[in-house]
């Protein structure tokens, strides 16, 4: 079946700008992450969903970073007057099984990522 | 608070040879650990999970160990290969905690 897929691959955008980020997790799969990351650092959580509501948005690194996500399916990412600081590859996630009450996950499965590169 | 750490930040090995990556956690006792590969520009791409009550799992050239006691993962690439040359990780929960992982380079 198809994996997670993310649109665009690529973008790049002017400081000030709202961009948005599409990612479309595999069918099935209640739990959809949003991490991003910076190159050669580790990865970085932004928000986990369950369903169409978000536990944990805990990582969104300021209220110009929201998500939403929809029909339990496609997540969207948004931006807001963007920053060079927010240049990065922004992954998407998606497991079959929630998070469990301990805060593990069963295994996550990555798209290709959004490389976001703020001039 | 909760910590993983893993031995080292590079890795070098011989082609053929077994690499060997320790992964340990401190005050915390996770009911699995699962171990990923990343590749440059790529996202992670899970590899094995292996549970508390479980002391070892495979997976073709790959073998994972689990010791509660000396709170301690292994994983093990045997007969390597250039191909297996990439950055693992080990990871507790969903966030993904880790730090930057174990770079391993197979020269052939």
């Known amino acids: 079946g198809a994996g997670v897929s993310q649109s665009p691959s690529n973008k790049v955008t002017e400081k000030g700008k709202d961009v948005e980020l599409r990612c479309d997790p595999i069918s099935g799969h209640t739990a959809l992450y949003w991490y991003r990351q910076s190159l050669g650092q580790g990865l970085e959580f932004l928000i986990y969903f369950q369903g169409n509501s978000a536990p944990d948005k805990s990582g969104l690194p300021s209220d110009r970073f929201s998500a939403e996500r929809t029909g339990g399916s496609v997540s969207t990412l948004t931006i807001q007057r963007t920053q060079q600081e927010d240049s990065a590859v922004y992954l998407c996630?998606?497991?079959?099984?929630?998070?469990?009450?301990?805060?593990?996950?069963?295994?996550?499965?990555f798209g290709p990522g959004t490389r976001l590169t703020v001039t | 608070s909760q910590k993983i750490e893993q031995n080292s930040e590079a890795l070098n090995i011989q082609e053929g040879k077994t690499a060997t990556l320790t992964c340990n956690y401190t005050n915390y006792s996770p009911a699995y650990l699962q171990w990923y590969r990343q590749d440059p520009g790529r996202g992670p791409v899970f590899l094995l999970l292996?549970?508390?009550?479980?002391k070892e799992k495979r997976k073709e050239r790959l073998k994972v160990t689990f010791d509660t006691t000396l709170k301690q993962s292994l994983f093990h690439i045997t007969a390597s290969q250039p191909a297996d040359s990439a950055t693992y990780l080990c990871?507790?929960?969903?966030?993904?905690?880790f730090g930057a992982g174990t770079t391993v380079t197979v020269r052939a």
């Open positions: 990871v507790y929960d969903y966030k993904l905690s």
């Open positions: 996630a998606s497991s079959f099984a929630p998070v469990s009450r301990t805060g593990a996950s069963y295994e996550q499965y």
């Open positions: 292996i549970r508390e009550n479980e």
